[in-house]
């Protein structure tokens, strides 16, 4: 993993304990976490490399909701004993064309032994500028509810990879897919919305589940029209 550190200097190639980020006087940093496990989060028979972006790109697609750009992350793994290097090879060759993608950087984390599952734990850091990061409790009456993307490609993608969309072709079967394997933080949107959104977070349980959590926190209520 030492290679995915090379380009952010606080992060020592991966050679101390800690790292160190510098932000500018008028910044703040931004911090999120996501637990990933074999059977609940991901197949364990996904390939490694969308394995390994999917974790990431969930704690990234938190950071957009908050408006932040993304800069660098922990990443820790509980390994089965019988793990192979091939795979944590294309595991770590995910991670790199996505770094590249969103221009972050490993800067740490710790790796263990388990009898248990796969598990991954990522904690991701962005920055913006103070005071601007887009809260859940931010939403008011008269606001309108916005979705970038479509709501229920992933839990598609599921259900065809578990062959239990018989009848779809396989262009639809493929893009869904991809939807569940490797979904798409909208890091640039979150940052274009600063000053704009009263309130957001990224549908990661579903949107009636995740407009709650904004309606709960804001003290107000929604209505849908799903028509």
């Known amino acids: 993993f030492a290679p995915l550190a090379a380009c952010f200097p606080g992060a ?20 999120t976490a996501d637990l990933l496990t074999a059977g609940v989060h991901f197949r364990a028979d996904d390939p490694p490399d969308r394995i390994a972006q999917k974790a990431l790109r969930v704690n990234l697609s938190d950071l957009a909701a908050k408006g932040a750009v993304p800069r660098s992350y922990l990443l820790s793994l509980a390994l089965p004993c019988d793990w192979q290097l091939p795979w944590m090879e294309a595991f ?20 263990t032994a388990t009898d248990g599952p796969f598990t991954i734990a990522i904690t991701a850091m962005g920055s913006l500028p103070s005071g601007t990061m887009i809260l859940r409790s931010g939403a008011k009456p008269g606001d309108l509810v916005f979705v970038s993307g479509t709501i229920g490609d992933a839990g598609a993608g599921l259900a065809a990879l578990n062959g239990s969309l018989p009848g779809a072709a396989d262009v639809e079967r ?15 949107l979150g940052a274009a919305l600063r000053g704009i959104a009263t309130a957001a977070l990224d549908v990661s349980d579903g ?15 929604a209505v849908v029209e799903a028509e």
Do not use: C, M, W
Not at 12 to 31: Q, R
Not at 92 to 111: C, N
Not at 176 to 186: G, I, V
């Open 92 to 111: 770590a060759k995910g991670l790199a064309a996505d770094q590249k993608e969103f221009s972050v950087s490993l800067i740490g984390g710790d790796t």
């Open 207 to 221: 949107l009636l589940a995740d407009l709650g959590h904004i309606a709960s926190t804001s003290n107000v209520r």
């Open 12 to 31: 020592f190639g991966l050679t101390d304990d800690a790292a160190t980020i510098s932000l500018a006087a008028d910044e703040e940093l931004v911090v």
């Open 174 to 188: 493929h893009i869904l897919e991809h939807r569940y394997q490797t979904p798409s933080p909208r890091v640039t």
